[in-house]
């Protein structure tokens, strides 16, 4: 729930030299259309010119895109020009840039607006910042802005200078694409840009359940032990203590370790998050007690019993003996590529990173995945996978378009996220999603024009941005689910070149569609979410580096046995006293809609 803020206010195998070119007819509408809309005949798209409509309808056993309906007086006529910032980099063809691109002519075409860049920048948060003060310190603010970092919404809210979007927003926004798919988590899509109950942005949301825990384990591991999937947090050691002492890894003698463990407790990869939330709670989360106020996870009595249980698991050899000091998440992954390790609690894309390189090193590696552990008392909960970036869109105050840019966002969300559209890029041009040898990849893989396309990167505002920020969190979901329900289901002498591309796949390929669906059907109920979602406290922002250090040190300290159990009580102690209950009761202000 949102709160107040707290201060004032197959048969297709062309060759990149194909994608490379550009058919002379398209050519010679590109140049027209750098400074001018191309015609639109009827408020339907059978007028729009065949070089702006996605698809691949010449190709044999080619498909065409569905392109939504357009918006209700669009396109604007005289055109509209809107200025806006970008997060680069961005890798265009010969002759395109951020202002004129298929994706800017086709929207242009069904909108009427052209977009002009204000500035960008690349992923540096200090040139971000730099380069929105400047624009807040002379008054050039873009119409649109993009990725706003909360430290610089904060400022621009303080200082008045946003739209206020929230009637807007009421009357215009698309039903099912923009107010269903913001729906979320009892409101946590709306946890930054909401304000006072006012709309004061849009949400910068990714994938659901994209760092969501499953327990990954090696099949072939379990076979040579003769046990089954752990199901308890005690069959889990259990089966990781077998493999310790069957020592069935591919390093020297004795160096198998049971489970990858990073540095951080709650993290993306090789987690142990679920084993907290076997307890019910989560270190570094605020959730709500019995009596209704936020509670700080990591001065909790259940912490203390799972740091008892870590440091029995560490002595005896479950985890590597320098992983909280070498083990950060980008590499952990590495002791399960490396074949040391035959469980991993990590995300559904662990079945694309990390396992692909374990069956490399060892053909004979069968990976399963199942469900994570329950406690004591029959709780599985993990990390909440909160797809809400710490950024929102927002438009500068006064800005009089903001209906034309929400149908935009409206249209594209359809056109992008619907799997029915079948939407892949556009055909003949280097925005396509083959590589030299035909594969392909869905839209909005992380590929550069070298090997396929991201169309996430050329299209102005949510869906798209260089940062994959989307509006229906489930969309990668619901792609897999139509692939299996429908195409699936289509027969083999009626399917087109994208059915088959995409239908079947790799064991690993298929554990991956397997494991997505299960995790986003499990989110939204599994997980253990973190409730406080605004800005830093005014005690936070003094206290919280040296209290975050003590509770690192002390949670190593216990769990490597270089400090006793009982120093956990010492560590709650110190945290209240060095600024936590001024912290608890400034969270609890905030979270009582006082602060």
């Known amino acids: 729930m949102n709160k107040k803020f707290p201060y004032s206010t197959s048969d297709l195998k062309p060759s990149r030299r194909d994608f490379m070119r550009l058919g002379g007819a398209s050519l010679a509408a590109a140049m027209m259309m750098r400074h001018g809309l191309p015609p639109i005949l009827a408020q339907g798209m059978g007028g729009l010119p065949a070089e702006l409509h996605p698809g691949s309808p010449n190709n044999p056993r080619g498909w065409t895109t569905t392109l939504p309906p357009i918006p209700d007086g669009m396109p604007v006529d005289p055109p509209v020009t809107i200025t806006g910032s970008r997060r680069g980099p961005w890798e265009f063809a010969d002759g395109d840039d951020i202002e004129n691109s298929p994706f800017t002519r ?21 040139e971000v910042l730099q380069k929105y003060n400047l624009a807040i310190a002379s008054n050039e603010l873009p119409d649109f802005m993009e990725t706003v970092p909360l430290q610089i919404y904060a400022e621009l809210l303080e200082n008045n200078l946003i739209e206020d979007i929230t009637d807007v927003w009421d009357v215009v926004a698309h039903p099912v694409w923009l107010k269903e798919a913001w729906s979320f988590g009892n409101g946590a899509a709306w946890q930054h840009a909401e304000v006072n109950g006012r709309k004061m942005g849009l949400p910068h949301t990714e994938q659901a359940a994209q760092n969501d825990k499953l327990l990954w384990i090696r099949q072939d591991w379990l076979d040579a032990v003769g046990m089954n999937a752990p199901t308890t947090v005690d069959e889990l050691y259990t089966v990781a203590k077998a493999f310790v002492e069957a020592d069935l890894g591919q390093g020297a ?31 570094g989360y605020w959730t709500p007690n019995d009596s209704g106020d936020l509670q700080y996870n990591s001065v909790l009595p259940e912490i203390k019993e799972v740091l008892g249980l870590l440091r029995q698991w560490y002595a005896e050899g479950i985890f590597a003996q320098d992983y909280f000091t070498l ?12 074949n040391t390790c035959g469980i991993t609690m990590s995300p559904a ?3 694309l990173f990390g396992l692909p390189d374990s069956v490399t090193n060892d053909p004979s590696a069968r990976w399963t995945w199942a469900d994570i552990p329950a406690g004591p008392t029959g709780i599985k909960k993990k990390a909440w996978s909160n797809p809400v970036v710490d950024s929102v869109f927002c438009f500068r105050k006064g800005f009089e378009h903001v209906d034309l840019v929400l149908k935009q966002i ?10 029915e559209n079948r939407y892949h890029g556009f055909e003949g041009t280097d925005y396509y999603w083959r590589d030299d040898d035909g594969e392909v990849d869905p839209m909005g893989a992380n590929l550069d024009l070298a090997s396929g396309y991201d169309g996430n990167k050329h299209i102005w505002g949510p869906p798209g941005t260089n940062g994959s920020a989307l ?3 489930r969309f990668e979901t619901n792609w897999i689910k139509h692939r299996r329900e429908v195409w699936a289901n289509t027969p083999e002498d009626q399917r087109d070149a994208m059915m088959d591309a995409f239908l079947g796949g790799d064991e690993l390929s298929v554990m991956w569609d397997d494991a997505n669906v299960f995790a986003v059907d499990r989110w939204e109920l599994d997980g253990i979410r973190n409730h406080f979602t605004t800005f830093p406290t005014r005690t936070m922002e ?32 110190d945290w209240k006293s060095g600024g936590g209950d001024a912290i608890t009761g400034e969270v609890n202000d905030w979270w009582h809609g006082g602060m």
């Open 349 to 351: 894309f662990a079945a």
């Open 253 to 283: 003698d004795g160096s198998t370790i049971g489970i990858a463990a990073a540095n951080n407790l709650v993290t993306w990869y090789s987690s142990l998050d679920p084993i907290f939330g076997a307890w019910g709670v989560m270190p």
């Open 327 to 338: 083990r950060p998440p980008q590499t952990a992954f590495g002791q399960i590529g490396a």
């Open 410 to 419: 409206g249209w594209w969300a359809e056109l992008l996220q619907n799997p």
């Open 471 to 473: 509006t229906e969190p």
């Open 542 to 573: 003094r206290a919280s580096a040296s209290l975050n250090s003590l509770e690192a040190e002390t949670f190593v300290n216990i769990i490597t046995g270089q400090a006793s159990l009982d120093d956990f009580d010492a560590y709650v102690a």
């Open 106 to 126: 086709l929207n242009a075409a069904v909108t009427g607006i052209h977009w002009k860049l204000a500035f960008s920048w690349t992923d540096n948060e200090e």
